[in-house]
């Protein structure tokens, strides 16, 4: 599998998903070493549980808490908290 093909990784019930546009894969990698694994690439942290191939991201709005709303590829919503806001709009250029 190419990176290019994950839209984001997700940690539920202590195990850590992979989602591509048709398939979801489990793998034995914590989030945090997937983080470091991709921290020179398109994806980012956006969540305690999660991290998003931003390429993969094909709109974003903003709610009144100071969260973000991403619209994935695959139609799902994904919320990055304010804690990675920042990080999101430096990684986007914005």
């Known amino acids: 599998m190419?990176?290019?093909?994950i839209i984001y990784f997700d940690t539920t019930d202590r195990k850590t998903f992979i989602y591509?546009?048709?398939k979801v894969y489990e793998t034995?990698?914590?989030l945090y070493q997937l983080e470091d694994i991709l921290?020179?690439?398109s994806f980012i942290r956006s969540s305690k549980s999660m991290i998003l191939n931003?390429?993969?991201i094909s709109s974003l709005s903003h709610t009144f808490s100071?969260?973000?709303i991403a619209t994935l590829v695959?139609?799902?919503k994904a919320e990055i908290s304010r804690?990675?806001?920042?990080l999101l709009k430096e990684k986007l250029g914005i």
Request: aromatic share 8%.
């Open 28 to 30: 034995n990698l914590k």
């Open 83 to 86: 804690n990675y806001v920042q």
């Open 74 to 76: 695959n139609d799902e």
């Open 20 to 22: 591509t546009i048709d």
């Open 39 to 41: 921290k020179n690439t």
């Open 2 to 5: 190419d990176y290019k093909d």
């Open 66 to 68: 100071g969260r973000m």
């Open 54 to 56: 931003i390429n993969k």
